[in-house]
């Protein structure tokens, strides 16, 4: 079993930065991939980052060379460092943890990108 919180989202003006972050119950390094999701109002819950335990990445095409994953293995937490923000970029932001073919899911956390 993981539980995994997430915390760091908030009101940014565009072009801001923001990180979230994404604590995981288990050393990260057991547990197989995690990634963020997004899912805005009236929208489908969409891929935005994940890395592996080995640690390949894979990015959205929207967020490439804007948002960058990476983790922390001593604190068993996966961060999301999100760059250049756009009002695009608002929604809910989700940590997902995958684990003997199960997903783990936090709560979200809200991003708001406006000026």
């Known amino acids: 079993q993981v539980q995994v919180v997430e915390s760091g989202g908030g009101l940014v003006p565009p072009g801001g930065s923001l990180k979230l972050s994404c604590a995981a119950s288990?050393?990260?390094?057991?547990?197989?991939?995690m990634g963020w999701y997004s899912q805005a109002p009236g929208k489908q819950r969409d891929l935005v980052a994940a890395i592996t335990r080995g640690g390949s990445t894979n990015y959205a095409d929207s967020v490439k060379g804007r948002f960058t994953i990476s983790r922390d293995n001593v604190k068993n937490t996966v961060y999301l460092q999100m760059n250049s923000l756009k009002p695009e970029d608002t929604a809910v932001y989700y940590c997902?943890?995958?684990?003997?073919?199960?997903?783990?899911w936090g709560k979200g956390t809200l991003v708001t990108v406006s000026s």
């Open positions: 997902k943890a995958h684990l003997n073919f199960r997903d783990y």
């Open positions: 288990r050393s990260i390094f057991r547990i197989d991939d």
